[in-house]
């Protein structure tokens, strides 16, 4: 799906890989990780203890990739953010604290914990 012709102007100021990167720095912040390298500004890469996370850049936002490595039956969760909606970083650390600690049990957490969040 194509943006609509007036949104890319009203992104200007908050896309682009400026933004992309202190977003992303923001997540693995909240999650206690270091920065990634300054010379990836277009996708970066963070691990924790249990997840592998890797964010892209897209033309409406960024996509995050998360992925367990040491689990029986690899399996991948795909988070997407764009700059319009105004995406909140802890929001985004709050998914992952929750993908990353509730191990491959497949009921509806993810939807639960987005919920909780919004209702305060």
Known sequence: M???SWLPS???HLSGPKSFVAFTDAVAGLLGLRPARSTDTRQRAYDTDR?????QLTPAGATLALERPNEELRERLVLTVEWHQSPDPRTVAAMVRAYEFRGSRRACWLVRVVRALRRG
């Open 2 to 4: 194509s943006l609509p």
């Open 10 to 12: 009203h992104l200007s």
């Open 51 to 55: 997840v592998w996370m890797l964010w």
